[in-house]
């Protein structure tokens, strides 16, 4: 089984660490506004507190991503380049009509 990638549960974890406070104070009936402000704080500070583990580690895989020796090459990728070397080197129809 397929383990979910760490971008995945570090973007749910921060909505979860927005949306409860957020629902707890609108069902306090506080103002709307006042509301969203308090539980965005709330989230960030709570997400630079407890998810230290998730952010480095999604930062070291961007890093790796970005700083990779030697690209990634997918199947499809060389598909595509051998189908404009084909087309490069057919002659076109201009040529053709010479």
């Known amino acids: 089984m397929k383990s979910v990638p760490t971008w995945i549960w570090f973007t749910a974890l921060r909505v979860l660490l927005f949306a409860v406070p957020l629902a707890v104070l609108l069902i306090a009936g506080v103002n709307p506004w006042v ?3 308090v539980a965005a704080l709330f989230g960030l500070s709570a997400s630079l507190l407890f998810l230290r583990r998730q952010r480095e ?3 070291g895989d961007l890093y790796a991503a970005r700083h990779r020796e030697k690209p990634a090459v997918r199947v499809d990728d060389e598909e595509e380049d051998a189908a404009v070397d084909a087309a490069e080197s057919t002659p076109s129809d201009e040529e053709r009509h010479r």
Do not use: D, G, L, V
Request: glycine share 0%.
């Open 35 to 37: 509301s969203a402000a």
């Open 57 to 59: 580690e999604i930062a």
